[in-house]
Nanobody
Framework: QVQLVESGGGLVQPGGSLRLSCAASGSIFSIDTMAWFRQAPGKQRELVAGIASGGSTNYPDSVKGRFTISRDNAKNTVYLQMNSLKPEDTALYYC?????????????WGRGTQVTVSS
């Protein structure tokens, strides 16, 4: 069984920074895409940042230049560095990984970590 555990959320003032982490555990053969999504109350879940196994990244315009995604393949971990945070970044942040166990590839999600940007 695979588990994704996020950490690093919290309350921060506008303009501040936070670093989220998400570690996968279990009998993992390989991990392809890793990503962060977020969902604010009353809104749909949206992609915040994605990183492919080769290291290429993608971001929506709303976070480009402020957020940076990175991965440590040896630790099966993905990170999200968030700078210049705005109140509209407030949401529950979920990590996502596409993981292969033996010969089966599936999508896995963490339970979420709350990020609140407020003065």
């Amino acid at each position: 069984q695979v588990q994704l555990v996020e950490s690093g959320g919290g309350l921060v003032q506008p303009g501040g920074s936070l670093r989220l982490s998400c570690a996968a555990s279990g009998s993992i053969f390989s991990i392809d895409t890793m990503a962060w999504f977020r969902q604010a109350p009353g809104k749909q879940r949206e992609l915040v940042a994605g990183i492919a196994s080769g290291g290429s990244t993608n971001y929506p315009d709303s976070v480009k230049g402020r957020f940076t995604i990175s991965r440590d393949n040896a630790k099966n971990t993905v990170y999200l560095q968030m700078n210049s945070l705005k109140p509209e970044d407030t949401a529950l942040y979920y990590c996502y990984m596409r993981i292969t166990i033996a010969t089966m590839t599936s999508n896995y999600w963490g339970r979420g970590t709350q990020v609140t940007v407020s003065s």
